[in-house]
């Protein structure tokens, strides 16, 4: 059987527990030339094709018997291929060939190093030949490499097609999950002009605390406690970001303050915030099937989640029209909600918000809009990307009201970069504006106390 029409789904792949590495970055390794890389792949793929020839439905359960006579397979055949071309190679090159065409079997070929290992948070494939990670915030290239475009395209597969989703040219892209939750996007040709393109984001198994969140720098103790308050005493709260700014770990480790006698709903695209609250129901939608039919937006879902009695409601981004409901929700005494959005300063939220407001099609004036903005949201956590890539809350800013046409912010807290140090690090800090919140009042009716200290005084 030609390997590119051996049915891969059927082979029992990903996750045990046991091959999950401590965190190591296995591209740390001495680099193997690019052509060196390129010939290796080569007879991975010669002895992939011959392996799978030899092997039937029953040794690809995964079982570590099954596992163990793949490996004498692998290794019989690869050294009979390389006798029989006359190729000398180490040992430590028959081991990685030998590892190669496990993954290939197993997982996810060549990028299987880089999902199990978890100082890699993302995974980009940008064509075979250049793959891309990014680790504690910076991104850099690796030396892996797939073998060409159609190694590419058979990874694609094993990776969608046990999700029931495929990519062709009458699809060029896909979001799908993993089952380990890491969310998926492929785009191909012709869509993608460097072939194939898969993007990785992985999912934290143990996501960051606002404890973490504070170690990091990414926001200090005042505003954290500031947050709390704002969460436990019902405010309306956005979290607004750039792509991949730490939007959704934010509002995961915001949503940690929600007490635990309420009733939260979740609504999101794929299931990334992790609630630790026992009374959490978790809504997600789901895109049209290949007929074009049983499509769910979060829109669905939001409007569906106001007949489900919710304390709360948690949507992990706003992108549409659902922003209406959303709006309606939190102006008719769902208080409490949190969301993130993308827009790259409070002030930009707001105008991104109207904007998708407008996507719901009700032809609402202007002004109407505003209000309906101003009086619903409390407040907007601004989260950006640095330079270094860190993250920071760059702005904790509270919507005000509105003044003639225009919704009106007031800044809490702010970050100030001072300088960048001589190892590229930002270096700055956070402070109050010494201004006290209108908030104060809502959040004290709702049993949370803050004084007002924490807002005027810069070092306390
Ligand atoms: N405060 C932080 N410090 C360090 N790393 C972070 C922080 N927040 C998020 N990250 C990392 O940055 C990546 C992106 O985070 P996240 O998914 O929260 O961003 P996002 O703004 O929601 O992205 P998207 O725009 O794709 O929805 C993740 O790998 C996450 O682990
Ligand atoms: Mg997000």
Excluded at 167 to 181: F, I, K, Q, T
Excluded at 389 to 399: C, D, H, L, M, N
């Amino acid at each position: 059987m030609d390997y590119r029409s051996f049915d891969f789904s059927k082979v029992t792949t990903q996750q045990t527990d046991s091959k999950k590495k401590e965190t190591t970055l296995t591209t740390n390794e001495p680099t193997i030339s690019k052509a060196k890389r390129l010939e290796l792949a080569e007879i991975t793929e010669v002895v992939l094709q011959l392996v799978i020839d030899e092997i039937t439905d029953e040794m690809v359960g995964g079982d570590d018997e099954e596992k163990n006579q793949i490996r004498r397979t692998i290794i019989r055949i690869l050294n009979r291929t390389l006798g029989e071309r006359d190729v000398y190679l180490s040992q430590a090159d028959k081991g990685y060939i030998e590892e190669n065409v496990m993954n290939e079997i197993f997982d996810f070929g060549p990028i299987t190093e880089l999902l199990q290992d978890e100082a890699v948070n993302e995974v980009m494939v940008n064509g075979p030949h250049l793959i891309f990670i990014e680790t504690m915030g910076k991104i850099r290239q690796t030396d892996i490499i797939f073998k060409d475009d159609a190694h590419v395209m058979r990874i694609i597969d094993k990776i969608i097609s046990p999700l029931g989703r495929r990519v062709d040219e009458g699809s060029p892209l896909v979001d799908a999950r993993l089952p380990d939750g890491s969310r998926v996007n492929v785009i191909i040709p012709p869509l993608s002009v460097n072939g194939p393109v898969i993007t990785i984001r992985k999912f934290a198994a143990d996501p960051f605390t606002v404890q973490d969140l504070i170690g990091f720098e990414t926001l200090d103790k005042k505003m954290a406690t500031v947050l709390k308050a704002g969460v436990r005493g019902q405010l309306n709260m956005l979290v607004s970001g750039g792509t991949g700014s730490g939007k959704t770990t934010l509002l995961n480790a915001l949503s940690s303050f929600i007490p635990g006698d309420e009733r939260i709903i979740t609504i999101e695209d794929a299931a990334e915030v992790q609630l630790q609250q026992e009374h959490v129901v978790t809504l997600e939608s789901r895109p049209a099937n290949i007929e074009g039919k049983g499509r769910v937006t979060i829109r669905d879902l939001v409007v569906n989640a106001l007949r489900m009695r919710p304390d709360r409601i948690v949507v992990g981004e706003v992108r549409s029209g659902e922003a209406l409901d959303m709006l309606q929700a939190m102006n008719t005494g769902h208080d409490g909600s949190l969301t993130t959005i993308h827009a790259n300063s409070p002030r930009d939220c707001i105008s991104r918000l109207e904007t998708l407001v407008m996507m719901a099609g009700m032809e609402l004036p202007t002004r109407a809009i505003r209000e309906q903005i101003a009086s619903a949201i409390d407040v907007i956590v601004q989260v950006d990307r640095m330079m270094d890539g860190t993250r920071k809350v760059v702005k904790i800013s509270e919507v005000t009201g509105m003044e003639g046409e225009t919704v009106t912010l007031q800044d809490l807290f702010v970050f100030e970069q001072e300088r960048v140090d001589k190892n590229g690090k930002v270096i700055g800090r956070h402070i109050p504006t010494g201004v006290v919140p209108a908030f104060m009042k809502q959040i004290k009716d709702n049993g949370e106390q803050l004084s007002t200290r924490i807002f005027t005084e810069p070092e306390m």
